[in-house]
């Protein structure tokens, strides 16, 4: 059964500073999808990554994959209040109904 | 920009009343999705829907749930027979062919009194 754990669950962090989410899978998977939720809100799509050594940035977000750690990061660079929310992992499968299974998310709240 | 619409937004249904969600995915999509989130918690599948069939169900998707694509273009789950414990966001998704990431709905808040 895949797993998806990510870490950490809660993050609290100044406006300015750089962090990583950590994204842990359990078994060979070939796409890793990073998603974010406002609260009430729906799921917006963020990055996609297909390959071992994928990298995405965009604004202020870079995610990357390593496939053979099961492995992807999210890093945040120079955090403002408006990337508060709560992200999270998934992980699909190609071929059959490539469901995704999600981590528990990471909320992330930037601070003034 | 083509998006996933969801109706209602929230329902509210007695215990053993039968509900339906409605979606509306996106129009050259394929592959259709249903999860739902639990307040506070992660994004669980429900059932994937391909070609006019399940092709994939989760154990939650028990005998009390199904799925329609009454006419080409809404997407429907039913929950016949509802408990407290189905009280969730329930989340309608969408896929294009290749690589493309799923498209996400705004949800239903389903409460069971």
């Known amino acids: 059964e895949l797993k998806v754990e990510q870490n950490p669950l809660f993050l609290s962090m100044q406006e300015g500073k750089n962090y990583t989410i950590y994204c842990n899978y359990s078994t060979t998977s070939d796409r890793l999808y990073w998603y974010r939720q406002d609260p009430g809100k729906s799921l917006e799509s963020l990055f996609v990554l297909l390959s071992n050594g994928a990298v995405k940035q965009e604004g202020r977000l870079m995610a990357s994959l390593d496939t053979k750690a099961r492995l992807s990061t999210l890093h945040i660079t120079a955090a403002v209040h408006d990337l508060s929310a709560t992200y999270f992992c998934a992980v699909g499968r190609q071929g059959g109904s490539e469901k995704l299974v999600f981590g528990k998310g990471t909320k992330l709240t930037v601070n003034p | 920009e083509p998006e996933v619409t969801q109706t209602p937004s929230h329902q509210v249904t007695q215990m053993g009343q039968e509900v339906i969600l409605r979606c509306v995915p996106i129009?050259?999509?394929?592959?259709f999705y249903w999860y739902r989130q639990i307040l506070g918690q992660k994004v669980e599948f429900l059932v994937s829907f391909y070609n006019n069939e399940i092709s994939e169900k989760s154990e939650i998707f028990d005998d009390q749930f199904s799925v329609e694509r009454p006419d080409g273009s809404n997407f429907t789950l039913k929950i016949r027979s509802t408990k407290l414990e189905d009280s969730a966001m329930y989340f309608c998704?969408?896929?294009?062919?290749?690589?493309?990431?799923?498209?996400f709905g705004d949800g239903t808040r389903l409460s069971i009194l």
């Open positions: 129009s050259n999509h394929l592959y």
């Open positions: 998704a969408s896929r294009g062919p290749g690589h493309q990431p799923q498209h």
